[in-house]
């Protein structure tokens, strides 16, 4: 968790407002942001590659909410998105078309056509089949376009499987042994297609260096191969993956990590692309709820609160740990093992399991690390409205996504009219 979410006389704050306040004012469920802690791991990631041209695209679909691409925007960032609803976020939130970085593989015609007419920065591009698409529009357009293959390295990221993106097995990315013909290929056949670029994105949630050490060599002899043919290229994409620590896990300082990617790659030559997402806003974010019932079974405590699998969808999805934290501290009561689970008909419907917590009904608790893959990740199962987004800058709260009503759920549906 962020330093920019700490307890006060036993009072847990988002910056210099306690979360009993945003629980009266907002409700809950709710998602709670610290502007400053945004701010803290982006100036992060721009002194860590401050030596080197770089720039850091921001995963748009780690948190999509306007506020915060509008932050990022003001800083500066770029953004990697993959699909024309992301764009039209991004752009809707005052970013720059042409710092944005299109990846994905299944970019639709529309959504290809969009992205030129736009002016997008780069397409990384997935397939040979996606390129051939994305060539034929560029020429129907008549306008040129910026190109990067995304190599799949076959690199095990060492991630949960479900977030491993860089093995052969996976869906992503262009095979390593095939790339250096496609560029042949590009080159000498594809006049609306710049090359100016070669990326790859081997997975989320990265705890160690080493993986990105094996794909950093890898990238590099391809980017050889392709010199020794005659073809010459701006930019390296890193993508993303940096982790973070929920639990106990170690992952490496973004400094750490910048100082590899740099020392490694400067020698290139290459402007370096990096596509943060989690590792930017995970700690940013809390998920305030609020402990509807404590249930004793014979196996189990059960403290059922107000949010659920549909608000935070991680733990059923991964298994995912978060740290849960009570917003007022009851030193005086005992702790009791609960599993932390909400509201919703299913038994994956859980936020965390074996939990000592000192809680009765009515208690205020929060999730934490759900800045990432949090409140993008939520969905109306049992007709849940999706919860408020409120972000903290200092002792003011700005509500930066309105709670759904009911009405909202049904309102696109219709009845059939006999
Ligand atoms: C998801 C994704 C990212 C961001 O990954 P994080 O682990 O959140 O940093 C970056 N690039 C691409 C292509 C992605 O699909």
Redesign the pocket.
């Given at each position: 968790m962020s330093p920019y979410f700490s307890y006060k006389n036993g009072l847990l704050y988002a910056e210099e407002v306690n979360l009993v306040d945003v629980a009266t004012q907002a409700h809950t469920p709710c998602y709670v942001y610290s502007r400053h802690a945004l701010i803290h791991n982006w100036q992060a990631f721009a002194e860590a590659f401050k030596t080197v041209p770089h720039r850091i695209c921001y995963?748009v679909?780690?948190n999509a909410n306007l506020a915060i691409l509008n932050l990022l925007a003001a800083q500066g960032a770029g953004f990697?998105i993959?699909s024309s609803g992301e764009l039209e976020r991004v752009l809707a939130a005052g970013g720059r078309a042409d710092k944005i970085i299109f990846?994905g593989v299944a970019k639709q015609s529309a959504e290809i056509l969009r992205a030129i007419e736009v002016g997008v920065g780069c397409f990384n591009v997935e397939s040979v089949s996606e390129l051939e698409r994305i060539h034929t529009l560029a020429a129907r357009e008549q306008k040129r376009v910026n190109i990067a293959i995304r190599i799949n390295p076959n690199i095990d990221a060492r991630t949960h499987p479900y977030i491993a993106?860089g093995l052969s097995n996976n869906k992503f990315g262009i095979d390593r042994y095939d790339v250096v013909a496609l560029y042949k290929k590009i080159q000498a056949t594809m006049p609306y297609c710049q090359l100016t670029g070669i990326a790859c994105?081997i997975g989320?949630?990265l705890t160690e260096l080493g993986p990105f050490v094996e794909t950093i060599e890898c990238m590099l002899a391809v980017i050889a191969e392709l010199k020794r043919a005659g073809i010459t290229l701006k930019q390296i994409d890193m993508?993303?993956?940096?982790g973070v620590r929920y639990r106990d896990e170690t992952p490496p300082a973004i400094a750490e990590y910048g100082r590899l990617l740099c020392e490694k790659l400067k020698e290139s030559g290459l402007e370096i692309i990096i596509?943060?997402?989690?590792?930017l806003v995970a700690d940013t974010g809390i998920l305030l709820t609020r402990v509807e019932y404590l249930k004793q079974t014979r196996a189990k405590n059960f403290a059922i609160v107000d949010a659920g699998m549909n608000d935070l969808l991680r733990p059923a999805l991964y298994e995912a740990w978060h740290p849960i934290l009570p917003v007022v501290q009851h030193s005086d009561r005992p702790g009791v093992l609960y599993d932390v689970v909400g509201p919703v008909c299913e038994s994956a419907d859980f936020l965390g399991k074996n939990r000592l917590l000192a809680l009765a009904e009515g208690d205020l608790i929060a999730i934490a690390g759900v800045g990432?893959y949090g409140a993008c990740m939520s969905s109306n199962y049992n007709a849940r409205p999706r919860a408020a987004e409120i972000m903290v800058d200092r002792e003011k709260m700005y509500v930066i996504r309105e709670r759904e009503t009911v009405q909202d759920l049904f309102a696109w549906e219709k009845v059939l009219l006999c």
């Open positions: 995963a679909k780690a990697d993959v990846s993106t994105h989320s949630q993508g993303g993956g940096l596509e943060p997402g989690r590792s990432a």
